[in-house]
């Protein structure tokens, strides 16, 4: 599945042409938000957890530079190598060189966004390295060669219905539409694949500075067994994610399941601290931490948008978006989506692909409003708007239009004359005819322009009080 | 109590009507009004374009204009919320940053300067019809007003308010949204006009004159129940002003 954020007008008129898609999203996404609601307005000091830990993402990233030195020592202390990627090619040529390395053919993945930043699964396959997502949301995308749709839901723009079809397509096993025959058919074929892989690939949800640690949170045990079957665990952790201790975990922790799904605590949370040791000897006799930039410093070098950083990936700016409500993850054209993603997508990508991205918003600030780290999204795609005009790439047209625009209301005379004229003009036209703006008309009326305005009412109606008295 | 009128583009001239019942509420509350004629636009439907350094000498202006009134109403949630929250993030001349401070202070959405600044949470009247409430995202989420208009539209004795799904959801027309994203802003128009439906009203009450002539032009086309009504209209009509 190949995709493109520049392609995005056209994605979000296709997905709103599919009424199944359009259906299966909204039921998801408002059963999400009900569940997360009903926990939230159990817990009193909610508002004052979001703040405390945009604190604490705030602090870390402050002193994200000596906590990442302290961590790389502390982790090789544990015995965990720690490998350094500054963009997705050399991300790519570290994890290859490493399986060749150690003769790796086979690999299993939990879920992991930045791993999807990097197009892994595609890379490894292309270099022979039978590669199996075990998420079974990442299952079944991966099996219509799809990227995830959503954040924390990958198949979210699936029914069971859909699975049912493409397990009987794929893996032709029986139709069956059954959540719990399907899970049992995927389980079976995941199992074998977990005893027989060599390496397994994690992400990483949240880092430790101070021990050399970081956890991964799940629901399905999936993630248990990729970071403790196969020989090799290599985790691939975004720069951003280090935290310099545990501190703050216990309300991340809370904040992450309950925006993400509703619950009040995910199933698994995976401490990983070092392979095998003597004494155990259980767990995989190698762990490896792909440390990736790819544009992270960027971001955090820039004072005004660093607060994008601070996301941990829960999904629920996705779900409250009433545009993602409408037209699910892949009309956005990237891995991250929704609110979020496109406060991502120029900053990762460059103004130019990314163009488009801030515009399909209209700034209703829903996201801000239930992020659980305040990410304050709406005014962060002011400040993206902004940048992509000053690079030059807004239409020519509207550039013109407004600094016209910006002309004639320095002079309220002239901008008296110019704005009276369509009133006068519309009302030379039929009445049902409104002004034109194409495409906003299909389905709405407009209404018409008050050719009196209110300077000439309020004259009039002033005048009427004085005479009064 | 003086207050001068913010009069935003839609309501000037499509919209003269609504903010006539404005004035016509104020005056009748015993507040005195100031309109300063000059006035042009705030700049908001170039700042969410991205157009930051063309609208700077309009927010100077608009400063300048109003720096001497004591309260400044406008009958918009967004409008306001550009003067408030979103002027502070250009870069304005430094002399009239202390101005532009002391603006953010006294200026207010109408029904906002009502009930906060006015105390004026019983206007009482008669509007015997079943009126539902739309929150209009900037004014909601940007101005934190939500309570104020519906205290006022309940001070109405003989309303029927009925709160629809999801009152809060965006109506889809975010400005320059509605056209560039026409598509998007249609599919979500249609389903906010489809929670007020449900809700059985015959007027849904807004804040915001933009959304409500989204939502108002979508109902007309569809041949829906419901019409938009701004609460100065709906407070105007109950007051037989």
């Excluded at chain 1, 991205?357 to 709406?378: Q, R, T």
């Amino acid at each position: 599945m190949n995709l493109s954020p520049g392609n995005t007008k056209s994605y979000l008129h296709a997905a709103l042409q599919n009424e199944r898609l359009r259906v299966a999203v909204d039921k998801a996404t408002q059963t999400a938000l009900k569940k997360r609601q009903d926990k939230v307005d159990q817990i009193p000091v909610w508002e004052e957890m979001r703040w405390q830990a945009h604190a604490a993402k705030r602090d870390a990233l402050e002193h994200l530079a000596e906590n990442l030195e302290t961590f790389e020592k502390n982790c090789q202390t544990n015995g965990i190598i720690v490998h350094w990627a500054r963009d997705g090619e050399e991300a790519r040529q570290i994890i290859l060189r490493l399986m060749l390395e150690k003769n790796v053919k086979q690999v299993v993945k939990s879920k992991s966004l930045t791993t999807e930043e990097l197009h892994l699964n595609h890379f490894l396959q292309d270099n022979g390295i039978e590669t199996l997502e075990t998420d079974l949301g990442e299952y079944i995308v991966q099996l219509l060669d799809q990227i995830p749709s959503h954040l924390t839901a990958p198949a979210l723009h699936l029914t069971r219905v859909d699975v049912g079809k493409i397990f009987h397509e794929k893996l032709g096993v029986p139709y069956t539409e059954d959540p719990h025959e399907l899970l049992q058919i995927a389980r079976a074929r995941l199992r074998q694949k977990f005893l027989a892989a060599e390496m397994g690939i994690s992400g990483v949800n949240f880092a430790f500075a101070d021990s050399g640690s970081f956890c991964v949170v799940e629901n399905e045990a999936n993630a248990f067994l990729t970071v403790s079957l196969p020989r090799i665990h290599l985790a691939v952790m975004g720069l951003e994610k280090l935290l310099p201790d545990q501190s703050g975990l216990g309300t991340f922790l809370k904040l992450l399941p309950i925006s993400a799904t509703g619950q009040k605590a995910s199933s698994y949370v995976n401490f990983i601290g070092g392979p095998r040791r003597q004494r155990c000897g259980e767990g995989p006799e190698e762990v490896h931490v792909l440390i990736l930039d790819n544009g992270r410093s960027r971001i955090l070098a820039d004072s005004q948008l660093r607060e994008t950083l601070f996301c941990i990936r829960c999904g629920a700016c996705l779900n409250v978006c009433p545009i993602y409500q409408q037209v699910g993850g892949h009309a956005y054209g990237w891995v991250y989506m929704g609110p979020i993603g496109i406060t991502l997508i120029p900053q990762y990508l460059g103004s130019l692909e990314g163009r488009y991205a801030p515009f399909v918003s209209s700034l209703c600030g829903a996201c801000h409003e239930i992020c659980p780290v305040h990410i304050n999204i709406p005014h962060h795609l002011l400040k993206l708007r902004h940048r992509i005009v000053d690079a030059g790439l807004s239409m020519k047209v509207e550039k013109w239009g407004i600094r016209g625009w910006a002309f004639l209301a320095k002079r309220p005379r002239l901008y008296r004359f110019v704005t009276w004229f369509p009133g006068k003009f519309q009302q030379l036209l039929p009445k049902e005819t409104a002004f034109p703006a194409p495409g906003y008309f299909k389905k709405r009326a407009l209404g018409r322009f008050d050719h009196t305005g209110f300077r000439n009412r309020y004259r009039t109606w002033r005048k009427k009080i004085i005479s009064k008295g | 109590m003086r207050v001068a009128l913010f009069i935003p583009c839609l309501s000037e001239h499509m919209f003269a009507d609504s903010a006539m019942s404005m004035v016509k509420i104020l005056d009748h509350l015993g507040i005195a009004i100031d309109y300063v004629e000059d006035q042009t636009c705030c700049g908001q439907p170039a700042f969410n374009s991205g157009y930051r350094k063309e609208i700077i000498p309009i927010a100077e202006r608009f400063i300048k204009l109003f720096a001497d009134h004591q309260y400044i109403v406008a009958p918009s949630g967004s409008c306001t919320a550009m003067v408030r929250v979103f002027y502070k993030e250009l870069d304005i001349a430094a002399e009239l940053k202390p101005a532009l401070e002391s603006l953010s202070r006294k200026i207010f959405e109408f029904s906002e300067f009502l009930v906060d600044v006015a105390g004026k949470t019983d206007i009482g009247g008669s509007f015997p019809h079943r009126v539902t409430y739309h929150d209009s995202c900037h004014l909601l989420r940007e101005l934190g007003v939500k309570e104020q208009p519906r205290r006022l539209i309940r001070s109405i004795p003989d309303i029927d308010f009925v709160e629809m799904e999801k009152p809060d959801t965006c109506c889809g027309f975010g400005g320059t949204f509605s056209y560039k994203m026409a598509e998007v802003s249609l599919a979500m128009v249609a389903r906010k006009c489809g929670y007020i439906e449900a809700s059985g009203a015959e007027y849904v009450v807004g804040a915001d004159s933009s959304c409500l002539m989204n939502i108002e032009g979508y109902l007309r086309k569809n041949n829906m129940r419901a019409r938009a009504l701004h609460i100065a209209d709906l407070l105007a009509k109950s007051l037989n002003l």
